[in-house]
């Protein structure tokens, strides 16, 4: 089976740094996603990690141990708008498809 | 450039009732999938749609089933409504099936009473 753990919520203040978690056990492993989602809205890709190590896209980055079965998302200087819930699928081969298994998602709310 | 759109934003069924939800996908997309999301859930992940044809299936019953057309767009029908279908439902697309890059629409809020 596959399972995927992340926190459910996390807070921090404006300007800080805060980082999300998340491991998973699986088979068929193709890469870790992170995804945004603000209250009613769509799930907004942020990033991928397919190899070990950091990949940085303005203020997040993402890092990914496969060894480990581990992976985070850096949001740094925080806004008010980063105040959402945060997803990490684990990217999974079904034949040949590309097929994303989310976790249940982490509410990070952000404080002046 | 238009995003993915999905039609219509709200809906409220029956049990028993059946409903068809559709997508359009980003220009240039030709793989759509269909999620469904509990509150307070991630997305669980329904089918995917390549070349007009389910190309994989999530765990979900023959209830839901669905279809996508030469244009690309994707409807989402599901059959004998139960009050646990209750859910957003969500349409994302990609170009091609092996992109790990996905974009979901704005989704269906579904109710069942």
């Known amino acids: 089976g596959q399972s995927l753990e992340q926190p459910s919520e996390v807070t921090a203040v404006e300007g800080a740094i805060v980082q999300i978690n998340c491991t998973y056990q699986?088979?068929?492993?193709?890469?870790l996603s992170w995804y945004q989602q603000h209250d009613g809205g769509a799930p907004t890709f942020l990033s991928y990690?397919?190899?070990?190590g950091l990949e940085e896209t303005g203020r997040f980055s993402s890092f990914l141990s496969r060894s480990d079965s581990y992976g985070y998302l850096l949001l740094q200087e925080l806004q008010m708008k980063d105040s959402a819930s945060y997803f990490c699928?684990?990217?999974?081969?079904?034949?040949?498809?590309?097929?994303?298994?989310f976790g249940r998602g982490t509410s990070l709310i952000v404080h002046p | 450039d238009a995003g993915v759109t999905q039609s219509p934003t709200h809906l409220i069924k029956t049990r028993g009732q059946q409903v068809t939800l559709r997508c359009s996908p980003k220009?240039?997309?030709?793989?759509v999938s269909w999620y469904q999301q509990a509150l307070g859930q991630g997305p669980q992940f329904i089918f995917q749609?390549?070349?007009?044809?389910?190309?994989q299936r999530g765990n979900f019953p023959d209830r839901f089933s669905g279809h996508q057309f030469p244009n690309y767009s994707s409807e989402l029908n599901v059959n004998a409504l139960l009050l646990g279908d209750s859910a957003l439902y969500l349409c994302?697309?990609?170009?091609?099936?092996?992109?790990?890059?996905?974009?979901f629409g704005p989704g269906t809020r579904l109710t069942v009473l």
């Open positions: 994302a697309s990609s170009l091609e099936v092996r992109n790990n890059e996905q974009f």
């Open positions: 699986t088979s068929g492993f193709y890469g």
């Open positions: 990690n397919a190899l070990d």
């Open positions: 699928a684990v990217g999974l081969d079904w034949g040949g498809s590309y097929i994303p298994t």
């Open positions: 220009s240039g997309h030709d793989t």
């Open positions: 749609y390549y070349e007009e044809e389910e190309r």
